[in-house]
């Protein structure tokens, strides 16, 4: 299995543009998660899916961002407007099941608002 | 929700010498205890792991201890290797991960 798969990488964009971040979790994964990583607030969960049903969305900022899983094999994480503060790692993971047990993180993608 | 402290933020240790990096948690109902090291540019990957139900784990240079009574679990890495050289995290699962703040670690050849 490759992983789990992000895109784009690295994305630049300026402040007001909309951004969309791509996942495909590990084939027959049933978990999805989307952290954000910045040096100031570390490692924070956005959102959690398991069976393409968000479970806690608690970690979402605000209403200008947004996450859907349409099918078990791809994701996305929406922020529209951008803004410069939403510069940050996004990373995607998955895992197998509902309980406890290793999640599988992406390379992650660089955003960068200007 | 759950509270993930990690400490210390930094630590420098000779080649050949042991790490040490401490983590508490807040809820009681945390039943998981994974340690995942970050390299530069990539996504994190776990390295080892506990479940409340077990003391310690041990693997090869890797070891975890847990104290469910005090909320704290710590990672152990001896006979250090540049290799080491990252960013460690440690994280409680109650219904999700949460994550410690990081640990850089660097290995002084």
């Known amino acids: 299995d490759a992983g789990v798969i992000q895109s784009p990488r690295h994305e630049v964009t300026e402040m007001g543009q909309e951004v969309t971040l791509r996942c495909k979790p590990i084939s027959g994964h049933n978990s999805l998660f989307w952290y954000r990583q910045t040096m100031m607030r570390g490692l924070e969960l956005l959102i959690y899916?398991?069976?393409?049903?968000?479970?806690?969305d608690s970690g979402m900022p605000e209403d200008r961002f947004s996450a859907k899983m349409p099918n078990a094999s791809f994701s996305t994480l929406k922020i529209q407007p951008s803004e410069p503060r939403d510069s940050a790692v996004y990373f995607c993971a998955s895992r197998d099941g509902i309980g406890p047990g290793e999640a599988f993180f992406g390379q992650g993608t660089r955003l960068t608002v200007v | 929700g759950e509270n993930v402290e990690q400490h210390p933020s930094t630590l420098s240790v000779q080649e050949g010498d042991s790490a040490v990096i401490k983590c508490t948690y807040s809820d009681s109902a945390s039943n998981y205890f994974p340690w995942y090291k970050q390299e530069l540019g990539k996504g994190p990957q776990l390295i080892i792991d506990i479940r409340s139900n077990v003391g310690e784990k041990k693997d090869q240079r890797i070891a975890v201890t847990l104290n469910k009574t005090a909320k704290h679990f710590s990672l152990h890495i001896t006979e250090t290797q540049p290799e080491d050289s990252a960013v460690y995290f440690c994280?409680?699962?109650?219904?999700?991960?949460?994550f410690g703040a990081g640990t850089t670690v660097t290995v002084r050849a």
């Open positions: 899916f398991n069976n393409n049903v968000p479970i806690d």
């Open positions: 994280a409680a699962h109650d219904y999700k991960l949460s």
